[in-house]
């Protein structure tokens, strides 16, 4: 069965810190793993990987893929209580039956 | 607003009731998906369309649930006989059949069954 494991749960930081987000996956058929942020409101994108070892980087956030070992991480650097939200993992799977599959998520607490 | 939209935001219903919420997809998206979320938790898939053709049910998703895309645009979920464990938010998200593309959610309708 497709699974989708993110760690740390949760993570109080104060600001200016570096934090390390971490999904891992056992997915059949992998297509693509998802990040995105979600505050209040409905989830938004942050990136999408499909191939290993090419970082994607949108200004002090980072990301990775290892297929290899099936995980992921994202990097946030010089941390801002603005970017204090739950961070999720989704996998996408390359099937004819296509669906997203979702960690738990991460709550990243960052403190002033 | 070329968004993903949900209708409505926020619904209350009784114990029993049954309730439709709609989704409205980005125009050109030909994927869309339903997720439900509870406090605490990451999104749960539902279901999953591409186009008018309903091509995965979640085991999450009981005889009491049903989602239609009739015509391949916008897509409903229906929830007959709703019980308290169904309150939760439901969200939307669309994306294209194509390499490399992202999924967008929509803000969600909130439902509590009291």
């Known amino acids: 069965e497709d699974k989708v494991v993110q760690s740390p749960l949760s993570l109080v930081v104060h600001e200016g810190d570096t934090v390390t987000l971490n999904c891992s996956y056992e997915?059949?058929?992998?297509?693509?793993l998802l990040w995105y942020k979600q505050e209040k409101k409905a989830p938004t994108f942050l990136f999408m990987l499909t191939s290993s070892g090419i970082e994607k980087k949108s200004g002090r956030l980072s990301s990775i893929l290892d297929k290899k070992e099936l995980f992921s991480i994202l990097n946030i650097t010089a941390t801002q209580t603005g970017d204090s939200a739950v961070y999720l993992c989704?996998?996408?799977?390359?099937?004819?039956?296509?669906?997203?599959?979702f960690g738990a998520g991460t709550r990243l607490t960052v403190k002033p | 607003d070329t968004g993903v939209s949900q209708d409505p935001r926020h619904k209350i219903t009784k114990r029993g009731q049954n309730v439709t919420f709609r989704c409205d997809p980005i125009s050109e998206h030909n994927r869309l998906y339903w997720y439900r979320q509870t406090l605490g938790q990451g999104p749960e898939f539902l279901t999953y369309?591409?186009?008018?053709?309903?091509?995965?049910k979640s085991r999450l998703l009981s005889d009491r649930f049903s989602a239609e895309r009739p015509k391949g645009s916008f897509s409903t979920l229906e929830i007959q006989r709703t019980e308290q464990g169904d309150s939760a938010m439901y969200l939307c998200?669309?994306?294209?059949?194509?390499?490399?593309?992202?999924?967008?959610f929509g803000q969600g309708t909130r439902l509590t069954v009291v």
């Open positions: 997915v059949t058929n992998f297509r693509s």
């Open positions: 989704a996998v996408e799977a390359m099937r004819n039956n296509n669906d997203m599959r």
């Open positions: 998200a669309s994306s294209l059949v194509a390499e490399n593309t992202e999924a967008f």
């Open positions: 369309f591409q186009n008018e053709a309903q091509l995965e």
